[in-house]
């Protein structure tokens, strides 16, 4: 059976995994242990959480810049929230998701009702968000409280020395979570749809506005879910914390595959990409000699490599199009 | 010209000569519970403009009703104003005696009217399933399932015969499926009212009687159709009734079978025809010029066009007829560069011209008129007059801009010479209708003064009255000593004015007609043999 052309990006992506994958295991026989496997999971989980809600963002067509400057907010939120007003951590997760949400929510009824591109606004959200963390707070400080440290100490077992945490998990469910509603709600068709062909989409009777609001209230939810996971994860706050992280998530969303003019994409693809990402950043650490900025060189010289693929999958149907008639 | 071709075509149109009754079928005296759609005094204004003035239009069960109107008669703006694109300035809008107001169409959808517009309005990277089935897909438990999905999505398409894999990218497949498929998904909806909006400019003649035939069915279910089209044999072949539209304002209502052909031209037109109908080849000769020779020699591509040969000199009109895919397209894109060639040269008096791209072409003196207006040929945002200039200003060079006085000097011209309907130069592109926006495109090579300019499709999507203006103009400007290639599916159209014919066919040059070989059904026949 001929391969459907909208699965070549994400099988390059997951070609790519299996061959960086199989290198680390082929160069490194400690790589073939889940103990890589969970670090991987857990190290890249806030990352990945991010580039999910990222990846409904850009098949809408949109950009997100904010989402850095968020996990940061919502942590300095939260450790004030914890440490100054004594809250349950899971009290002040709920407040600060619910307070992210909104604050995307917001920007995306300024992106949809006045028709602005989402880059400036959420350019605009970045530095809020950003600045609003000095407010609360100037310095590091820790989130002391059982929970998170339990929280720190929850492992599932794998086979082989590894390990799941409840970072990893959390971040699972979530890709679970985008996958049921990228492709299984008419939420999800819909934003696929409004980055194929916006006004072709409005003719069809697609709530266009709603649903650029929604997208970006849900990236503000992951974002700050991701916010929480962080703060849980390092166990403090710091207002200068995820800096360039919206870039990162950006990576792993272009990386696994989707076009970054909307349309076509796969919520696995991304966390594929957020992997990918990490695989490259634990391959450099293994090999001990190579410099740390290496990771920044390969996931830059990957992004070429992906760009370039979407553009000749992207010509190829619009070839199409124009040579039919 | 057109009457003249009209009236060559046995079956297609019923001239009824004799009869100049045109009654008017409005309102009172009709069974008013049959009447599903019921327009009352409606009214858009533009800044301006008014698009739309007092319009009455009345839809019943079990109809096929054509609106017409030339271009810029407010039919777009009517179709618009019922489906809830634009919001109406005044009059009512009620559908099964309730008055509605659809917010956007997917509002118009949910209360049962349809629209399929001209250009394929579906997304392109989404499966042709999910293009079917958008906001209607099968839910299990509140998610999607994709089985029963696509399960109505093929019955769907079954409706129209087509048996396609659903699973595919929208954009893998050619516009004349997209076409259908949009309208497949216009009909799934258990729509009351079916608007098509030139359905049929894009569909080949097996296509169209698909078509014809599946709206025959609709209506006998009971659907109303509203059809948009300047096709006057489609009108005649398939509507019961016909609105015809003029500049914003109704003329009237009537019944198909009581309006002679002649009397429906002049309603749309309000003038009459006859001074157009001059046939080109007894004019011939009237140019003298220089003897520019141009010279297609074994231009191909693997793939997309086996190589074909063709001459043209000043003074000439070449058209290029068959049917969609034959090639037509390709051969002009390759001429002008937007394709490249992998096999043979074109020659301008006995020199090859480098066709690497179109600039090059342009830079060679040769020009395009795109098939695609609104995608290839217009620059919507930007006025009449920079629109204008574009070519002759890309030909120059940037380093040599075009004074302003000499621009507007341009503009002006050539809103004159080719009866440009703009309120100034200034005004974008896009706000324009489409046959205001070939004439614009047309004088942009103009300006240029180019020895070889290519038109693909001028006349598609155009009405009755631009389309005998651009006739006109593509004679005139033959006579001024231009090499014109007109790649055309109007066969009536070609035979009109070209002084020879290449025949496509599959991608191949299979035929070359010349002078009084050139009649319908010779290109038919070598079409077909």
Same mark, same amino acid.
């Given at each position: 059976m001929k391969i459907n052309e909208r699965f070549y990006p994400i099988l390059a992506t997951l070609a790519v995994l299996v061959l960086l994958y199989g290198y680390g295991i082929f160069e490194h026989?400690?790589?073939?242990?889940?103990y890589v496997l969970g670090a991987l999971l857990t190290d890249n989980a806030f990352l990945i959480i991010t580039a999910v809600g990222m990846t409904f963002v850009i098949l809408s067509g949109g950009i997100d810049l904010s989402v850095g400057s968020m996990i940061a907010f919502i942590g300095v939120l939260m450790a004030e929230l914890v440490?100054?007003?004594?809250?349950?951590p899971v009290t002040a997760a709920v407040i600060s998701i619910i307070v992210g949400s909104a604050f995307g929510a917001f920007m995306g009824v300024i992106i949809a009702k006045f028709d602005i591109q989402p880059f400036i606004i959420t350019l605009a959200g970045m530095f809020f968000l950003r600045g609003m963390c000095f407010l609360i707070n100037l310095d590091s400080v820790p989130i002391d409280h059982p929970f998170v440290s339990a929280f720190g100490g929850f492992k599932v077992q794998l086979p082989g020395r590894g390990w799941l945490t409840a970072s990893a998990l959390l971040m699972l469910a979530t890709v679970i979570g985008g996958v049921v509603i990228a492709h299984f709600t008419r939420f999800g068709r819909n934003v696929y749809a409004i980055g194929g062909d916006r006004h072709s989409a409005e003719l069809l009777g697609v709530p266009v506005h709603s649903t650029i609001i929604r997208v970006y209230t849900l990236s503000g939810f992951f974002s700050a879910l991701s916010g929480v996971v962080f703060a849980f994860y390092t166990a403090s706050a710091y207002?200068?914390?995820?800096?360039g992280v919206e870039l990162d998530a950006i990576a792993a969303v272009v990386i696994g595959g989707t076009l970054l003019t909307g349309g076509m994409g796969f919520v696995m693809g991304t966390f594929f990409g957020g992997i990918i990402m990490g695989v490259i950043q634990t391959l450099i650490a293994f090999d001990?000699?190579?410099?740390?900025?290496w990771t920044k060189i390969m996931i830059g010289a990957l992004l070429f490599g992906f760009i370039v693929l979407q553009r000749l999958i992207t010509r190829s149907f619009s070839g199409m199009r124009a040579g039919a008639s | 010209m057109i009457l003249d071709v009209l009236r060559q075509m046995p079956g297609c149109v019923r001239l009824?000569?004799?009869?100049?009754?045109?009654k008017t079928v409005q309102?009172?005296?009709?069974?008013?519970?049959?009447?599903v759609l019921s327009v009352r005094g409606a009214g858009k204004f533009f800044p301006g403009v008014k698009?739309?003035?007092?319009v009455d239009f009345d839809l019943e069960r079990g109809e096929i009703h054509a609106l017409l109107g030339e271009n810029g008669a407010g039919k777009s703006t009517l179709i618009k104003v019922i489906t809830g694109v634009h919001p109406r300035d005044a009059g009512t809008v009620s559908l099964d005696g309730q008055e509605i107001h659809p917010q956007h169409p997917g509002d118009a959808q949910e209360l049962g009217i349809s629209t399929v517009y001209?250009?394929?309005?579906?997304?392109?990277?989404?499966?042709v399933a999910e293009n079917l089935m958008l906001e209607r897909q099968s839910l299990k438990f509140g998610l999607i399932s994709w089985k029963k999905t696509e399960a109505h999505a093929k019955q769907a398409l079954e409706i129209l015969g087509l048996d396609i894999d659903?699973?595919?990218?929208?954009?893998?497949?050619?516009v004349a499926i997209q076409q259908l498929i949009a309208i497949a998904r216009a009909v799934a909806l258990d729509a009351k009212v079916l608007i098509l909006d030139e359905?049929?400019?894009?569909?080949d003649g097996d296509e169209i009687k698909t078509l014809f035939r599946i709206m025959g069915e609709l209506r006998d279910k009971g659907l109303g159709i509203v059809f948009v089209t300047h096709f006057l044999d489609q009108v005649y072949t398939v509507t019961d009734r016909i609105t015809v539209l003029r500049n914003g304002r109704l003329v009237g209502t009537f019944v198909t079978k009581e309006l002679a052909q002649i009397d429906l031209i002049n309603h749309m037109l309000?003038?009459?025809? #006859? =001074?157009? /109908?001059?046939?080109?080849h007894q004019d011939e000769g009237s140019y003298d010029g220089p003897e520019r020779q141009i010279q297609i020699k074994n231009l191909g591509k693997k793939r997309v066009l086996e190589p074909v040969s063709l001459d043209l000199k000043a003074g000439e009109i070449v058209g290029l007829a068959g049917l969609?895919?034959?090639?037509r397209t390709e051969l002009s894109e390759l001429v002008f560069g937007t394709q490249k060639a992998d096999s043979g040269l074109v020659f301008l008096d006995g020199e090859p011209v480098m066709l690497r791209s179109p600039r090059h072409a342009i830079r060679a003196g040769f020009g395009l008129c795109p098939e695609d207006r609104k995608q290839d040929?217009?620059? #919507? =945002?930007? /006025?009449v007059r920079e629109n204008i200039v574009l070519a002759l200003q890309g030909r120059r060079g940037w380093l040599r801009p075009i004074p302003r006085a000499e621009q507007q000097q341009f503009a002006d011209d050539m809103i004159k010479a080719l009866g440009i309907?703009?309120?100034?130069?200034?005004?974008?592109?896009?706000?324009?209708s489409g046959g205001n926006q070939q004439k614009v495109i047309l004088a942009r090579w103009l300006v240029s003064k180019p020895i070889l300019l290519i038109l693909d499709?001028?006349?598609?999507?155009?009405?009755v009255g631009a389309h005998a203006d651009i006739i006109k103009l593509i004679k005139e400007l033959c006579d001024e000593g231009l090499a014109l290639l007109v790649a055309s599916s109007e066969l009536e159209e070609i035979v009109a004015f070209a002084d020879r014919v290449a025949v496509m066919r599959d991608r191949e040059k299979v035929s070359e007609l010349v002078g009084a070989e050139i009649t319908q059904d010779s290109i038919i026949e070598a079409i077909a043999r």
């Open positions: 026989r400690a790589f073939s242990d889940t440490t100054g007003f004594g809250m349950h207002p200068l914390a995820a800096v001990g000699s190579l410099n740390s900025w | 009824y000569p004799q009869q100049k009754t045109s309102g009172e005296g009709q069974d008013m519970s049959n009447t698009a739309l003035e007092d001209q250009e394929v309005n579906l997304v392109p990277t989404m499966s659903v699973n595919r990218p929208l954009g893998s497949y050619s359905p049929t400019a894009s569909l309000g003038r009459e025809l #006859a =001074e157009v /109908s001059a046939h080109r969609l895919g034959s090639g040929g217009i620059v #919507a =945002e930007l /006025s309907a703009t309120p100034d130069s200034e005004k974008p592109v896009g706000q324009l499709e001028p006349t598609r999507g155009i009405d």
